[in-house]
């Protein structure tokens, strides 16, 4: 009787866990159970991104013919990754090195760090220029003078060396502004090295002006006032007159579309017309060109200058420090100021993809010995430039009715921008009261100035921003 019950226990306990490992098997395979199990596993980091291989290779192979063209000619040797070996035996600039084209000049730091052989031998080569000596080393042997390359044999290490310090680089090919590769060997190393093939920047000087007593600058020898103007010549007229009541012969440059214009006239003022409609970046262009003072401050034509609009300020940051440009605050009616402060970033894409724009809130770094101003890289519509790189960036004339971050985006890398948030101008106030009519100026230029989302003006923007600078998609935190 016991032996059956005791068989009868282990035959119900073989079954159950039976029961289980069949019900286990299942779960396990079931694909609709994943997900709640995947809840308790650990978590995971994100993949990193694969970094891209830096050797020194052709990178625009995958780019299409017509652009390929483009892209690359805005490349120099210059540009070229250069990676200095490890324990080489030879001596040479790694950068620094220039000469104006179809001239020549002495190679600074050439030796061999070598010793205990018999013949010491160098190798120079070049493909823009030749090389030559400017005097010749008794025991050393020279063979390629005037040609591409050129080689260097003595029995003597100081000989040699001293030989390398005459060796002359002279430019064969004009071009204005490029870099020649040259290679530098000897018995089992090689090395590589750029020289700079340019003219010299010729500096751009203005006039400071006089001072006044007691004033550090003379703003109207420094600053003019370029604004693009649309219709709105009550305000265009207020904008004047508070110039006026605080910068009373600062020269004031309006360009001006408007369809029928008005005459605006006065001591200090240039007032130049347009086509009907050409544009907001056209009229960019146009004011900034007709600015002879070292700094072009803009303004919108609807700003009111008030005691805090201080240009003083925003000249003494370009005077001291190396940005080209500064932007300041914009204050509403509500009293709220604002600086648009963006960084921006291009991140590039897959091979044979465009790449991507970020763009975001916020600066870089605090400007040092200037409270209240940051380095960033786009800036709201109110900032003092110097006129030559404004000049040299440009603003595209296709972006005719609504543009501003494209003028930042074409200067990323080349225009150095900060912003102060303690130079303020107040923007005049665009609310109206609801008892209250709108005047037919306002009704007619709203109807230019704030296209619909599908008219064809947005359009057009957006794709020659994507063409433009190819990029595939644009982001904005």
């Known amino acids: 009787m016991r032996l059956g019950r005791r068989a009868l226990c282990v035959l119900v306990v073989l079954l159950a866990c039976a029961s289980l490992g069949l019900l286990y098997a299942r779960t396990r395979d079931a694909p609709g159970l994943r997900a709640p199990l995947a809840l308790w596993a650990p978590l995971q980091s994100p993949p990193r991104p694969e970094l891209p291989d830096l050797a020194p290779e052709p990178r625009y192979a995958h780019i299409p013919v017509r652009i390929k063209d483009q892209v690359v000619g805005s490349q120099s ?35 061999l760090q070598a010793a205990g052989q018999e013949v010491y031998q160098v190798n120079l080569t070049a493909s823009l220029g030749t090389w030559d000596v400017a005097g010749e080393v008794t025991g050393v042997t020279l063979v390629g003078e005037g040609q591409q390359n050129l080689t ?57 002006g006089s001072l006044p007593q007691g004033a550090q600058y003379n703003i109207s020898a420094l600053v003019t006032i370029a604004t693009k103007t649309f219709l709105r010549y ?24 408007s369809d029928k214009p008005e005459i605006i006239s006065g001591p200090h003022i240039e007032h130049y017309l347009m086509p009907f ?32 609009t201080r240009l003083e300020r925003l000249v003494d940051v370009l005077e001291r420090t190396p940005l080209d440009l500064v932007g300041g605050a914009v204050r509403e009616i509500s009293g709220f100021a604002t600086t648009y402060r963006r960084l921006l970033s291009v991140e590039p894409g897959a091979p044979g993809q465009g790449n991507c724009l970020r763009q975001r809130r916020g600066f870089h770094y605090k400007l040092s010995g ?18 030559d790189k404004v000049r040299e960036v440009g603003f595209d004339p296709r972006l005719s009715r609504v543009a501003h971050l ?4 074409d200067g990323l ?34 109807r230019y100035r704030y296209p619909e989302s599908l008219d064809e003006s947005q359009m057009a923007k957006h794709r020659l921003l994507f063409f433009k600078h190819r990029l595939q998609c644009m982001t904005t935190e």
């Open 77 to 111: 040797a210059a540009d070229q990754l250069l990676i200095a070996p490890a324990n080489c035996p030879l001596q040479y600039p790694m950068q620094g090195v220039e000469v104006q084209p179809l001239r020549s000049i002495l190679v600074p730091g050439l030796s």
């Open 152 to 208: 260097l044999t003595s029995r003597g290490l100081d000989q040699l060396n001293r030989q390398l310090q005459l060796v002359i680089y002279s430019s064969q090919s004009y071009q204005a502004n490029t870099a020649d590769t040259v290679r530098f060997s000897t018995e089992g190393h090689e090395a590589a090295f750029t020289i700079h093939i340019r003219h010299p920047p010729n500096p751009r000087l203005y006039p400071p």
């Open 370 to 387: 200037f409270p209240g101003c940051v380095v960033t890289d786009g800036v709201v519509n109110f900032f003092l430039a110097r006129t």
């Open 234 to 257: 009550t305000r265009l007229r207020a904008l004047i007159a508070s110039i006026r009541r605080f910068y009373p012969t600062v020269t004031v440059v309006i360009a001006d579309d």
């Open 406 to 409: 494209e003028f930042f985006l």
């Open 277 to 308: 409609g050409k544009g907001w970046f056209a009229g960019r262009n146009l004011a900034v060109s007709q600015v002879t003072t070292k700094y072009v401050l803009w303004v919108d034509d609807d700003f009111i200058f008030t005691a805090r």
């Open 413 to 446: 890398g080349s225009l150095r921008v900060g912003s102060c948030s303690d130079v303020v101008v107040d923007h005049a106030s665009k609310l109206k009261l609801p008892w209250t009519s709108k005047d037919a100026e306002t009704e007619t230029y709203a």
